[in-house]
Structure formats: structure tokens, C-alpha cells
């Protein structure tokens, strides 16, 4: 039971993530983070690279753990969070106190690229053993067996 509501978790989080996105960019840049310190610019700036990271890791995992992370899904994990950025810069011009730009989409599609390097290089290639060990581990830990699918 309790594999399966992480599995759920798993397959759940990118959409709720995505969700979490809507709603940040719905807002005012300085609702939830306005300190007034000289760094908290260039910390905010960023968030765009670890933001839509983060998208894609979630997204290849919605994929891995059915052992369904293949190059192409990889690609497709990839395309959709910079997607996402493209999206989310769009839904900005929209709001009030907001703006989009190209450079916050470049920075999100730069975060995309360096998560992409790592799951693809660790988990198709001979590099980050590391990480691809638990790439695996995560794999076959909550990967149904076949009985159950």
C-alpha cells in the first residue's frame, strides 16, 4: 500500500508542480519574497534555472518508475517542461505586475538543459554512476510488477 501511494506521488507531482507554477506566476514578483536585500534580485533570477530543473526531473521520474524512461521520453520530458517555461513567460505578459521576458525563458530552458545532461548522461551513458545507481533504485523500487499491470 505504501509503495503504491508513492507511486501516486510520483505520478501526480509534475501536474501539481505545473499547478504550483500557474499559481506563482499569477502573483505579483515580490508576494512571497521581499526582503529588501541587494542579493535577493540575482537569488530570485535563479529560481527560473532550478524551477523548470526541477519540472523535469519530476517529469522523467513520471516515466522512470514504470521503467518507461527511454531516450525519446527523456527528449519528450525535456520539450515539455521548456514548453512549460514558454507557457509560463506567456501566462506572465498576462498579469498585472509581471512581465516576460526572453532571457527568464532562456534561464528556464538552461535549467531544463543542465537537469537533462545529468539524468541522460547517468542513466543512458557511463557517466554519474552515482546518480544512476539511484536512478535504478528508483526504477525497480516502484516499478509494478508485471502481474499487476
Wanted: charged share 15%; proline share 3%.
Amino acid at each position: 500500500m505504501f509503495l503504491t501511494t508513492v507511486r501516486f506521488c510520483f505520478k501526480l507531482a509534475p501536474f501539481a508542480y505545473m499547478a504550483l507554477i500557474w499559481f506563482l506566476s499569477s502573483k505579483p514578483a515580490d508576494t512571497y519574497m521581499d526582503t529588501g536585500y541587494s542579493w535577493e534580485g540575482a537569488f530570485k533570477e535563479s529560481l527560473h534555472l532550478i524551477e523548470f530543473g526541477i519540472l523535469y526531473v519530476m517529469l522523467a521520474l513520471f516515466f522512470l518508475i514504470d521503467g518507461k524512461l527511454t531516450t525519446k521520453t527523456n527528449i519528450l520530458c525535456a520539450a515539455i517542461a521548456i514548453a512549460y517555461g514558454l507557457t509560463d513567460e506567456i501566462h506572465q505578459s498576462f498579469v498585472p505586475a509581471r512581465s516576460a521576458t526572453l532571457i527568464d525563458f532562456v534561464k528556464d530552458t538552461i535549467g531544463v538543459l543542465i537537469a537533462y545532461f545529468f539524468i541522460h548522461h547517468a542513466y543512458f551513458g557511463t557517466r554519474f554512476q552515482k546518480l544512476d545507481h539511484l536512478l535504478q533504485k528508483i526504477e525497480t523500487t516502484f516499478k509494478k510488477p508485471a502481474s499487476l499491470k
